[in-house]
């Protein structure tokens, strides 16, 4: 989301879905890696709808230390099989 809904998600809640636009804000990165704010990142989604696969910041969210987790998001609109958090480990992995 916008600057305005990451800083109101900060002050706010204990965990969010997606938060890739944190990559684009290393202060507000910096206050989500303090807190210890839970990011659930769904790479198929992301590519889906915002962001190609590749150039999603879940390796660089993980390597740095944020509390982030993967997770499927609509798993009938946007995973191929019966097991969709087994396509995002897949997809994370490359």
Do not use: W
């Not at 590519?47 to 230390?65: H, I, T």
């Not at 944020?66 to 191929?80: A, C, I, K, Y």
Request: hydrophobic letters at 40%; aromatic letters at 12%; glycine letters at 6%.
């Amino acid at each position: 989301g916008s600057d305005e809904h990451l800083i109101g998600s900060f002050l706010a809640s204990d965990a969010i879905n997606h938060g890739i636009n944190l990559k684009h804000d290393p202060s507000m990165e910096y206050l989500y890696y303090l807190a210890q704010v839970g990011l659930a990142v769904s790479p198929l989604s992301n590519n889906a709808l915002f962001l190609y696969f590749l150039k999603n910041p879940f390796d660089g969210f993980f390597r740095r230390g944020l509390n982030v987790s993967l997770s499927t998001d609509d798993p009938l609109m946007f995973h191929q099989t019966r097991e969709p958090l087994i396509e995002e480990y897949s997809i994370a992995a490359k």
